[in-house]
């Protein structure tokens, strides 16, 4: 079942009434600092995985045998 415009409206108009606009705005803010915590933890944990992969890559030289 698809929510139209009018459903999203009348929805928004439901929540404004119950909690009201500062309530709402502040909610919002607090979702707005979670989205951009996430992107910045998924982008350093990549930035990391990807270090840590050319960290591996570097070293390619065969270790050295010893002479018995």
């Not at 404004?16 to 933890?41: D, H, P, W």
């Not at 998924?42 to 270790?63: L, N, R, Y």
Request: net charge positive.
């Amino acid at each position: 079942m698809q929510m139209g415009p009018l459903q999203l409206l009348l929805i928004a108009v439901v929540v404004l009434v119950l909690f009201g606009r500062g309530k709402v705005s502040s909610l919002m803010g607090e979702v707005g600092k979670g989205i951009t915590a996430f992107k910045k933890g998924v982008s350093d944990g990549s930035a990391e995985i990807e270090k840590a992969a050319a960290d591996e890559a570097k070293d390619v030289t065969p270790a050295p045998k010893d002479k018995v």
